[in-house]
């Protein structure tokens, strides 16, 4: 079951949210989708659950079209929208139970699932209280049960992590890991730290437009062309004396005697500066290589405006 | 639908919302029908019912919009829709199992007043000198009434997340559908079209069935308001595809 997006594009009134893009997610993948806020991320989600249509283009869930068989799409797809919308007047066992239903699950089945979902998701203690009286973290994980509850082929999860404590966040992402190896998954997220520890590809949108769609480990190694080292020293030095270095590519004060070091990426570069500063007689106080994280490519590849040629 | 059915109906149970409106409708109309001089069958001295169902419609134009206003205005609001339309159900699962669900409610409150019925029939004198198929037939006009309001109702409460809009404009509509069209009939305006015109409103068919005379052109003419009342509605829910 895949999840396969083909020139979308969606327009709401002037607004182009969405220009043309195009990326499959296949079975057993977890693929982060990353984005800066309104770059499109959660339209694009709707448009996959069927809750909104394409302007233009195709969106095929376990190849059923979003537009011709939505309910065999809704059949398959676990989905937990971006607030988590909840009937916070119902009980926890009681809503999903309404879910369960919504979905065709009848008697037995629908227990065991029901009994299941609550303690995959660790809601044992709360199952019997009503959604209103949950903690942000544990209506999310209502939200959660209730995207998983039907054991879909295709889970949309959009920010499934949001307001979540730090030993939540391990819980539900472990919890994502394991229920995610037969399904195919797309989440979104502003953690990069989540991506890094859950998925197999990430895709990243700026301003409806699809900027990056790669495996993590060619993401992380893109920006690997240049090696950024940090040196601060105590004594007076300017960039020129920095630039005329064998290898250095560019040099940026960042305040003072520091120094941000760009390199051509051939060799290292660090024994080189120390040699340098010992020779003129200074005193280098701090020298670092700049790990090239994927904070700096989603910011590098988000800042560019992809109007601009 | 009868997931969304019975989800809508538990809610109400689990609300104050079902006792109060059931609560409220008996209470008003026992003080009507047995309590109140003006109106008192007790008073009267004549063994009919007409009060329950000369004033029913008037108290059903404020309770049955306090019912329906939240069904989709409160969905709206908390953004549960999205939810709902991301489930496998179809439009009209949604609206007919909200629809139905108020309406049963409408329907249960209305049950407790055959109470009235067996009351007055032992009261008669002679003992069951009443006009039974009058009273039957109203009762079927005043049940078809409530499922006209209904539908006005869930249509009020689609067009709004706010529930206070939407229980006005429904009592409004009623209103305006019951008796309405009943009141600009009087118009020295229309004067050879009055009787169109009032055909036009529910009153007039309602009056027609209290007679006790099943007629199928009212019937119809019931089930075809709302028919378009629901319709409108599953129109508006469709429109975020457009």
Same mark, same amino acid.
């Given at each position: 079951m895949s999840l396969v997006i083909q020139n979308l594009t969606k327009i709401y009134g002037e607004q182009k949210a969405i220009n043309n893009i195009s990326f499959t997610v296949q079975t057993g993948e977890i693929v982060g989708f990353l984005g800066p806020n309104g770059a499109g991320k959660s339209s694009t989600m709707k448009i996959a659950t069927c809750y909104l249509p394409p302007t233009s283009g195709r969106v095929l869930v376990g190849g059923f079209d979003v537009v011709e068989q939505p309910m065999l799409v809704k059949q398959i797809t676990g989905y937990l929208p971006e607030h988590n919308p909840l009937y916070l007047d119902l009980y926890v066992h009681e809503y999903l139970a309404f879910i369960g239903g919504l979905y065709g699950l009848r008697g037995a089945r629908l227990k065991d699932r029901t009994r299941e979902m609550i303690e995959l998701c660790g809601l044992t203690n709360e199952q019997n209280k009503r959604i209103e009286t949950l903690s942000k973290g544990y209506r999310q994980r209502v939200g959660l049960a209730q995207a998983l509850l039907h054991d879909p082929k295709v889970l949309i999860l959009d920010e499934p992590t949001s307001g979540l404590d730090p030993n939540q966040l391990v819980e539900i992402r472990k919890l994502i890991k394991d229920i995610s190896r037969d399904k195919t998954v797309i989440f979104s997220t502003h953690i990069m730290q989540e991506v890094q520890a859950l998925c197999d590809r990430v895709v990243v949108i700026n301003k409806g437009e699809l900027v990056a769609d790669d495996t993590l480990t060619n993401l992380l190694r893109r920006d690997g062309k240049g090696v950024t080292l940090l040196a601060e020293f105590e004594g007076n030095v300017t960039a020129q004396q920095l630039s005329a270095l064998k290898g250095v590519r560019q040099v940026t004060v960042v305040e003072g005697f520091k120094f941000r070091i760009a390199t051509d990426g051939e060799g290292d570069l660090r024994p080189e500066i120390f040699r340098f500063a010992a020779d003129n007689n200074l005193s280098l106080i701090g020298l670092k290589q700049e790990e090239s994280s994927l904070e700096n490519i989603f910011r590098e590849l988000t800042a560019q405006d992809p109007t601009m040629p | 639908?009868?997931? /969304?059915?019975?989800? =809508?109906? +538990?809610?109400? !149970? +689990?609300?104050?919302?079902? #006792? *109060? /409106?059931?609560? &409220?409708? $008996?209470?008003? @109309?026992? $003080? !009507? *029908?047995? *309590?109140?001089?003006?109106?008192? *069958? $007790? %008073? #009267?001295? #004549?063994? %009919? @019912? =007409?009060?329950?169902?000369? /004033?029913?419609? #008037? &108290?059903? /134009?404020? !309770? &049955?919009?306090?019912?329906?206003?939240r069904s989709f205005a409160e969905e709206k609001k908390a953004g549960t829709m999205e939810l709902l339309f991301t489930k496998p159900l179809t439009d009209w699962d949604i609206l007919l199992g909200k629809y139905f669900a108020s309406l049963l409610l409408v329907w249960f409150a209305l049950i407790p007043t055959l109470v009235y019925y067996y009351s007055i029939y032992r009261l008669g004198n002679p003992v069951g000198n009443i006009d039974t198929a009058g009273v039957m037939g109203s009762y079927i006009g005043l049940a078809l009434l409530a499922a006209v309001f209904c539908a006005v109702g869930i249509f009020a409460s689609c067009i709004t997340p706010n529930q206070i809009v939407a229980f006005i404009v429904a009592a409004f509509l009623s209103f305006l559908v019951f008796s309405g069209f009943d009141s600009l009939s009087t118009l020295e305006f229309w004067s050879a079209n009055a009787l169109q015109v009032k055909q036009l409103g529910l009153l007039f068919h309602y009056e027609s069935m209290s007679r006790g005379l099943i007629d199928a052109r009212d019937v119809v003419y019931f089930v075809s308001v709302i028919f378009l009342m629901l319709s409108i509605t599953k129109l508006i829910l469709g429109s975020r595809q457009w």
């Open positions: - | 639908m009868l997931q /969304v059915l019975s989800k =809508e109906f +538990n809610s109400f !149970l +689990n609300s104050l919302i079902a #006792y *109060v /409106v059931i609560g &409220v409708f $008996l209470l008003s @109309m026992g $003080l !009507l *029908v047995w *309590v109140f001089p003006e109106t008192s *069958v $007790l %008073d #009267y001295g #004549y063994a %009919d @019912m =007409e009060t329950l169902f000369s /004033v029913g419609p #008037y &108290v059903f /134009v404020f !309770l &049955v919009p306090a019912i329906t206003m």
